[in-house]
């Protein structure tokens, strides 16, 4: 076991290149099952969540290459097993195995999926889509058994807009017979990313990134190139990072329009901020920074895995902030770790109010998720002092080369193996 340290205060100048997109990547990956020769994805971030999903799909028989962020997979060979717990408690988006093996096999067996600890986000909605299509479901022992004779095509209306239920179902949906409508879909770009790798594969969609998807079944799909969407999360956060600390910092391969929602807060807020095609450029150093209310929705508002780093860069802004959370109740976990760190701030509901500015100061603090974790990594980086970050394995399911994208704006930040008196202590925490 490792830990992160930080040495704050350092201006951060340069530019950071932004990897391919994790929420995109747990969806194309499953997604090839579909298919009945090889696919290829390029540009793949180099995180945990690839790897074991590359691991998944060879465990139902799938031949996976994995180099220089390109995923080939051959997926003629794969069989239905049941893929009971282990690999897949790690991570939660691996119930996308369940609609590409419902639409394949028409039969899947998935251990509950795992992942950060958000508080409930129930699959309600998937199965509601999956039902709908013809399936039939049942939980035993811990699993989630789906079988069906054949899908047929829906019109199935989600309750709750859900990035996961509109690509499950679609997943699911595309060799079906006849046609299969989603209403009120979400609109977000990795569901666009995902639509465009299945109409490449053979798919016939319309109305993606739209709140109504059409999509009429077809008999079979076969292997293609894509390349991924640029991570608009990870660009969040060096975006925020850079705000908090740079002079001026370039984040390249990026979509802005992916973004606007946190480009307007950054303004708000008296940054200064030029953008192109696939570029941001964050031009900070300002004397004073006014203090702004977000609320997170659901795209294009503020993202919710964006509103945690975000909290901890309001500790810099002048006057009271209110971070509202209206997609998960669980997401400040990370407000005790700030308040250690001298921040000022409480939770009331599903909103933390902030006073600023606050200088932060360096201490032993935990990751208790990804985001969380982005969160300490930026409070590290403005604080006095040196800050010690455990719970790595949170980070690195969504960062890629985080220490050398940061290292290489001139971050002092470097890992160090954990003692075993330490590991002793954080597992009696």
């Known amino acids: 076991m490792e830990k992160l ?31 009945e020769s090889p696919v290829t994805i390029e540009g793949l971030p180099n995180i945990s969540d690839v790897n074991i999903l590359g691991d998944l799909l060879e465990e139902i028989g799938g031949k996976v290459l994995l180099k220089n962020n390109e995923m080939i997979v051959d997926p003629s060979s794969m069989i239905s097993m049941p893929l009971p ?15 590409a093996m419902l639409g394949r096999f028409k039969k899947a067996v998935i251990g509950l999926p795992g992942g950060c600890h958000l508080g409930p986000r129930p699959i309600d909605q998937h ?23 054949e899908l047929r095509g829906a019109r199935i209306y989600l309750d709750v807009v859900s990035v996961g239920a509109t690509i499950n179902i679609m997943l699911a949906a595309v060799l079906a017979k ?49 390349s991924i969407i640029p991570d ?43 953008t192109s095609n696939d570029q941001i450029l964050i031009i900070g150093g ?29 500790t810099r802004a002048t006057g009271t902030s209110v971070v509202t959370d209206t997609i ?53 980086l403005m604080a006095e002092g040196v800050t010690e970050i455990t719970g790595l394995e949170h980070i690195d399911r969504g960062y890629s080369q985080l220490e050398e994208k940061l290292s290489g704006l001139g971050a002092t930040i470097w890992r160090e193996k954990l003692t075993d008196k330490e590991i002793e202590q954080l597992q009696n925490s």
């Open 178 to 226: 006849g046609r299969t409508i989603i209403e009120n879909a979400a609109k977000e770009p990795e569901i666009i990313d995902v639509a465009t790798l299945l109409t490449s594969m053979g798919a016939k969609i319309k109305g993606a990134g739209t709140d109504v998807i059409r999509i009429d079944g077809v008999e079979r799909l076969h292997g293609c190139r894509h």
């Open 286 to 314: 300002q004397k004073e920074l006014k203090a702004v209310d977000i609320k997170t929705l659901v795209y294009p508002g503020f993202p919710t895995d964006l509103q945690q780093p975000f909290t901890s860069f309001l």
């Open 127 to 149: 199965i509601k889509g999956f039902e709908a299509l013809g399936a039939q479901i049942t939980n035993e022992q811990g699993a989630i058994y789906l079988r069906a004779d």
């Open 328 to 380: 998960y109740s669980a997401r400040f976990k990370h407000i005790d770790e700030l308040r250690r760190m001298g921040a000022i701030i409480k939770v009331e509901g599903r909103s933390a109010i902030v006073s600023g500015p606050t200088r932060l100061q360096g201490a032993r603090v935990k990751a208790s998720d990804l985001r969380a974790g982005a969160a300490l990594v930026c409070a590290g």
């Open 232 to 274: 608009r999360i990870e660009a969040g956060t060096y975006m925020i990072i850079g705000a908090a600390m740079g002079r001026e910092v370039m984040i390249d391969n990026v979509i802005p329009l992916h973004l606007e929602s946190l480009i307007a807060k950054l303004r708000e807020m008296g940054l200064h901020i030029e």
């Open 5 to 35: 340290k930080v040495a704050g205060g350092d201006l951060l100048k340069g530019t950071v290149n932004i990897s391919g997109a994790k929420n995109s990547a747990v969806a194309l990956i499953p997604a090839t099952i579909l298919a």
């Open 85 to 99: 717990n282990g690999k897949v408690k790690k991570l939660r988006a691996s119930y996308y195995l369940m609609g």
